[in-house]
């Protein structure tokens, strides 16, 4: 079955440290593979996505996330998190807008 | 530059009262449009599509519908409101469904007592 894991919940990191969001997914082939954010009572917004190519992709904010096929992941990272980063991060993949699959979501909490 | 307003932002309503939520998206024409629900905790769910006026694909079949009277307008509906369609309701709209990304709107939140 498809299928996207956000292993962890909720991640607290200190303002300044790097970070790392994980998502894993089950997918017949290689899907499309998007990251968006959502802030509190707010829609979501795309950082970054990956469609074919260069495995590590830039994004908006300073974020970046790695496509690694043989371990179907596709892990988000940002060197040096700002308190302006709390929020919840969505990884999603699929083939198309309609089609996507949606993890449920990593809550971002900066500690000061 | 493109815009997407969803309205109300906050809603309670009774048991068994109809729904309307509304969104509309400017500064684009023949957007894809779609309604999500966000639960607590859990991913997005799509709810239904639409590729053009009067065209709505639905994906889980529950209590709502949907309607596109214009092109960009996208109405979410309920004839009578159920417990469990309490809940966060996000519109988005793309560009097309295969590459371009989803732009959504700030979502609704649904309490139905």
């Known amino acids: 079955a498809q299928s996207v894991t956000q292993p962890d919940i909720h991640i607290t990191v200190s303002e300044g440290a790097s970070l790392e969001l994980r998502c894993n997914y089950s997918y017949g082939a290689t899907p499309y593979l998007f990251w968006y954010v959502q802030s509190p009572g707010q829609g979501l917004q795309l950082l970054l996505k990956?469609?074919?190519?260069d495995t590590l992709v830039q994004g908006i904010k300073g974020f970046e996330a790695e496509f690694k096929r043989s371990q179907s992941s596709f892990n988000l990272r940002k060197p040096s998190v700002h308190w302006s980063d709390a929020a919840e991060y969505f990884c999603?993949?699929?083939?198309?807008?309609?089609?996507?699959?949606w993890g449920a979501g990593t809550k971002l909490i900066i500690k000061p | 530059s493109q815009t997407i307003h969803q309205w109300p932002a906050t809603l309670v309503q009774p048991v068994g009262s109809p729904l309307s939520l509304e969104c509309t998206v400017e500064g684009t024409s023949n957007p894809n449009l779609y309604w999500y629900r966000q639960a607590a905790g859990r991913g997005l769910q799509l709810l239904f599509y639409s590729v053009g006026i009067g065209q709505i694909s639905s994906e889980v079949p529950q209590n709502l519908s949907a309607s596109r009277p214009q092109d960009r307008q996208f109405i979410l509906s309920s004839k009578k409101l159920l417990l469990s369609d309490s809940g966060f309701y996000l519109c988005?709209?793309?560009?097309?469904?295969?590459?371009?990304?989803?732009?959504f709107g700030n979502g609704t939140r649904l309490t139905v007592t």
């Open positions: 999603a993949v699929g083939e198309s807008n309609y089609q996507l699959i």
């Open positions: 990956y469609f074919s190519g």
């Open positions: 988005a709209w793309s560009a097309d469904s295969l590459n371009s990304p989803l732009h």
